[in-house]
């Protein structure tokens, strides 16, 4: 019995041994970094990866590509060297693309940050520092940002507004939290107390237009919208399929950048509290989302019912029922998925479960700050 077990715990060490070599294997051998996405290499790659002269080729790559004022273009592969020329070539001579959309700009400051840690080449710290005079130049005297600076006015205004979508402002804001913190991500690059202050600023500005941009409904504070008009403040379209709405995802990075605020004003405590209570009110349960092949042997999606799954929540709320509704690109709302056009069907995320993150945060947050549930 007693060999037995022996033989049995050796097995198992060989497996974990095993197990690791096999991870170490994949990683550093078997994946090649010019396969991963740009966001990915530029900020989950193994730390010292970023002292590599693959690391040093894309950053010199990104000061190629860093906008006259100070911003990047979104959806760049600056490790792949694969970046649109002619798309280039427009944005250089129009000075129109310089955006904060899709991580963009913020992506690229804390990839700079990384690789100066490791390699102290003085062309990344000053490139980082041009980024971050861009984010203090374009943020709104209401403490907002837009979607892109200069702005694009093509396809509608939209790039002007106000933009939590895809987490576009908070991004910018946990970058002004790292700093004005003393991130370990930023402390290599020796900002100077003028420019921290400076940080802590402008991120308290952003706090209170997330305040004031919180849609109220009856008296009472409850989500935001995807984008705000930049100077009314109130819900606004964006693309023809991304009408005005209470957003079931972009409020969620919102909520949780609020509960990392320390020591949290009673506005501040107010606000998550009436997101919680509304993310709770519009959960959607019994309905799961399916991939299926249809009849013409395509991939698509359908809504099926399912009482043993999770529940989800829609991405967008219509503001005055409530309730979940669709959209094609002719901007009629519809009010379920099966009603719009393949296209927009399968290549857009309609239902998320990210607010289940604030919910399962919320009553330790909650129990921290001394908040009764239902104060």
């Known amino acids: ?45 193994p730390a010292e990866w970023y002292g590599s002269n693959e690391a040093k080729m894309a950053a010199d790559s990104v000061l190629k590509y860093q906008t006259k004022i100070g911003g990047w273009a979104k959806n760049s592969g600056f490790h792949t060297g694969n970046v649109n020329q002619e798309e280039w070539k427009r944005i250089e001579a129009s000075g129109i693309g310089a955006t904060f959309d899709n991580g963009a700009t913020t992506t690229e400051m804390k ?9 102290k080449d003085e062309r990344y710290r000053e490139s980082f520092r041009k980024a971050l005079n861009y984010i203090f130049k374009t943020q709104y005297p209401n403490g907002g940002w837009p979607q892109f600076y200069p702005y694009r006015k093509r396809n509608g205004a939209y790039s002007s507004h106000i933009t939590y979508n895809d987490n576009s402002m908070v991004n910018i804001m946990l970058i002004l939290r790292d700093i004005m913190n003393g991130n370990e991500l930023f402390e290599p690059l020796q ?22 941009t919180q849609i109220i409904v009856d008296g009472e504070p409850t989500v935001w919208c995807a984008q ?16 005005a709405s209470f957003s079931g995802s972009e409020s969620v990075g919102i909520v949780l950048l609020l509960m990392d605020v320390e020591d949290p004003s009673a506005d501040i405590i107010k606000a998550v509290k009436g997101s919680v209570k509304w993310f709770e009110n519009h959960k959607i349960e019994g309905i799961r989302v399916a991939d299926i092949t249809n009849g013409d ?21 219509d503001l005055e029922t409530g309730n979940p509704f669709f959209c094609d690109r002719d901007g009629i709302k519809k009010n379920t998925l099966a009603e719009i056009g393949y ?11 990210s607010p289940d993150k604030v919910l399962r945060r919320y ?9 009764e549930r239902n104060e």
């Open 1 to 45: 019995m007693a060999r037995f077990i022996t033989v049995f715990v050796f097995i198992l060490i060989l497996k974990s041994t095993s197990l690791v070599i096999g991870q170490k294997t994949l990683t550093d051998e078997k994946v090649n970094y010019l396969d991963l996405n740009w966001r990915h290499v530029a900020t989950h790659m």
């Open 111 to 119: 990839f700079l940050a990384r690789v100066y840690s490791v390699v």
């Open 191 to 212: 900002i100077n107390d003028e420019l921290i202050a400076k940080a802590k600023r402008s991120f308290d500005k952003g706090i209170e237009c997330i305040l004031k």
């Open 228 to 243: 705000h008009d930049e100077f009314t403040l109130a819900p606004a379209n964006a693309r023809s399929y991304e009408l």
């Open 297 to 317: 042997g395509q991939k698509d999606l359908i809504v099926i019912n399912d009482t043993t799954t999770s529940p989800l929540w829609a991405r967008f709320y």
């Open 343 to 353: 296209n927009r069907r399968t290549d857009y995320v309609w239902y998320v479960n």
């Open 363 to 371: 009553p330790v947050w909650a129990k921290q700050w001394g908040i």
